[in-house]
C-alpha cells in the first residue's frame, strides 16, 4: 500500500532555515509535491520533483530521491508567515488511477 | 484567491438533513475533486471527475452523493450523515487528470450534530 511519513511539527526562529522530511512508500511513482497550508486555509501548491535533484523556487527549494523514497522541503530565510502546515503528496498509479496521496502535514511554527 | 470557490464556508446540520456543497473553478479546467480533511489526518480523496464524468470514487460511503453538471461546477450532495463525517471539505481542480498542480478551495467546515 501507500504510505507517507513526515513530522508533525517543528519550529524555527525567524531567519533561519528549516528541512521538512517526507519519506514515501508507494507503487508506480510519478513525483513528490508539496503544498502549503495556513489556519483556515486552502492549501496551495509550492513544488514538483520527478526527477532527482534540488528545484529551487525563491526561498523554497525542494528535493528529491527516488532511489532513496525520499525528499524534503527547504525553507530559507524563514519568516513569521511562514507558520502554516506543509504537505508533501505522492502522484503515482496507485489503485489504477493517477492521484495524488497526501501526507499527514508537518506544522511548522515561526518564532521571534 | 487561487480560482476555487466553495460555498458555504461553514454547515452545520442534523444527521436526518439533506444539503449540498458547492464548488465552483473560474480556470478552465477539466479536472475536479473532492477531498476530506479531519484533524490529524491526511486529506482524503473522495471523488475525482474528468471532462463531467466520475473517474474515480474512493470507497466513499452512499450519503456522500457528487455532481458534476459542467466542467466549472461540482457539488457534494450529503445526506443522513454521521458526527464522524464532521470535517473540512475541500475541492480542487486540476488543468487534467495528468496534471500534477491541483489548485483548491477554501473548504467548507462541516459539522453533524
Known amino acids: 500500500g501507500q504510505s507517507l511519513e513526515q513530522p508533525s511539527e517543528v519550529t524555527a526562529v525567524e531567519g533561519a532555515i528549516v528541512q521538512i522530511n517526507c519519506t514515501y512508500q508507494?507503487?508506480?511513482?510519478?513525483?513528490l509535491s508539496w503544498y502549503q497550508q495556513h489556519d483556515g486555509g486552502a492549501p496551495t501548491f509550492l513544488s514538483y520533483n520527478a526527477l532527482d535533484g534540488l528545484e529551487e523556487t525563491g526561498r523554497f527549494s525542494s528535493f528529491l530521491s527516488r532511489s532513496d523514497s525520499y525528499g524534503y522541503l527547504l525553507l530559507q530565510e524563514l519568516q513569521m508567515k511562514d507558520s502554516a502546515s506543509y504537505f508533501c503528496a505522492v502522484r503515482d498509479q496507485a489503485g489504477g488511477g493517477n492521484k495524488l496521496t497526501f501526507g499527514t502535514g508537518t506544522q511548522l511554527k515561526v518564532e521571534l | 484567491e487561487t480560482g476555487v470557490t466553495q460555498t458555504p464556508r461553514h454547515l452545520v446540520m442534523g444527521m436526518t438533513n439533506k444539503k449540498s456543497l458547492k464548488c465552483e473553478q473560474h480556470?478552465?479546467?477539466?479536472?475536479m475533486y473532492w477531498y476530506k480533511q479531519s484533524a490529524k489526518k491526511p486529506l482524503e480523496l473522495m471523488f475525482v471527475y474528468s471532462l463531467e464524468e466520475r473517474v474515480e470514487n474512493n470507497s466513499v460511503p452512499s450519503r456522500f452523493s457528487p455532481e458534476c453538471p459542467n466542467s466549472s461546477h461540482l457539488f457534494l450532495h450529503l445526506h443522513t450523515l454521521q458526527p464522524e463525517d464532521s470535517a473540512l471539505y475541500l475541492c480542487?481542480?486540476?488543468?487534467?487528470?495528468?496534471?500534477?498542480?491541483?489548485?483548491f478551495g477554501p473548504g467548507t467546515r462541516l459539522t453533524v450534530t
Open positions: 480556470l478552465g479546467h477539466n479536472a
Open positions: 508507494t507503487s508506480g511513482f510519478y513525483g
Open positions: 480542487a481542480s486540476s488543468q487534467d487528470r495528468q496534471a500534477y498542480e491541483q489548485y
